[in-house]
């Protein structure tokens, strides 16, 4: 069964830090793009970064640029979300996407059921 | 404010028929395919519609997608009250390279 599991959420005060893990299984990992996207309590989705099969393509949301940093170890079928300088508004659902192909352009087919992560003092 | 517009809310009865509307740009519907989420409530969002018009395995026929120039819709017929979920459209945007959302459709079936 393809399917993704986020770990790492937590309650962290602002400035701090914290590292999404997301463990995929059931696909060829390295032959597919990844993303988080987020989703605030009550609030829409929001993507927030997306990093290519192979690692080398990796983008983000203009919200976190300089803040977060994606990273992918194929060796682990493991994504990663190093968020640093966190805020209010970065508290929300954080969940893990498979795309569908190796592009970040790519639709996401596969969601985990997420990670929380809560910004305050 | 989200790069992709949707109403916020539609509602029918059961066993009828119903549309979402998302409206984008040249660079982002305009350029790129649209893809469909459910998001049944509590739980995380599942893919719909890919690829403007394609339904994934397991996915049923009275759901359906189309896109036009810069604007997409998702069609649902012969609601039911299990179909109550808030619907996301999707898309790829070139100019910004970043996957953009629209706000969310929260479909009640009365």
């Known amino acids: 069964e393809v399917q993704t599991l986020e770990s790492g959420g937590g309650l962290v005060q602002p400035g701090g830090s914290l590292r999404l893990s997301c463990a995929a299984s059931?696909?060829?990992?390295?032959?597919?793009?990844m993303s988080w996207v987020r989703q605030a309590p009550g609030k829409g989705l929001e993507w927030v970064s997306g990093?290519?099969?192979?690692?080398?393509?990796?983008h983000y949301a203009d919200s976190v640029k300089g803040r977060f940093t994606i990273s992918r170890d194929n060796s682990k079928d493991t994504v990663y979300l190093q968020m640093n300088n966190l805020r209010a508004d970065d508290t929300a659902l954080y969940y893990c996407?498979?795309?569908?192909?190796?592009?970040?352009?790519?639709?996401?087919?596969?969601w985990g059921k997420g990670t929380t992560v809560t910004v305050s003092s | 404010q989200s790069v992709l517009t949707q109403p916020p809310s539609v509602s029918a009865a059961p066993g009828q028929s119903v549309t979402i509307s998302c409206s984008g740009s040249?660079?982002?519907?305009?350029?790129?395919?649209v893809s469909w989420y459910q998001q049944l409530p509590g739980t995380a969002p599942q893919l719909l519609i890919s690829?403007?018009?394609k339904r994934p395995s397991g996915i049923p026929d009275r759901f359906s997608g189309s896109k036009s120039g810069t604007s997409a819709t998702l069609g649902i017929t012969g609601l039911q009250t299990g179909d109550e979920a808030d619907y996301y459209c999707?898309?790829?945007?070139?100019?910004?390279?970043?996957?953009?959302f629209g706000g969310g459709t929260k479909l009640t079936v009365l």
């Open positions: 996407a498979k795309n569908s192909g190796a592009g970040n352009y790519y639709y996401m087919d596969v």
């Open positions: 059931g696909f060829n990992f390295a032959g597919y793009a």
């Open positions: 990093i290519s099969g192979s690692g080398t393509s990796v």
């Open positions: 040249i660079s982002n519907i305009g350029d790129n395919y």
């Open positions: 690829e403007n018009n």
């Open positions: 999707g898309t790829w945007d070139s100019s910004l390279s970043a996957w953009v």
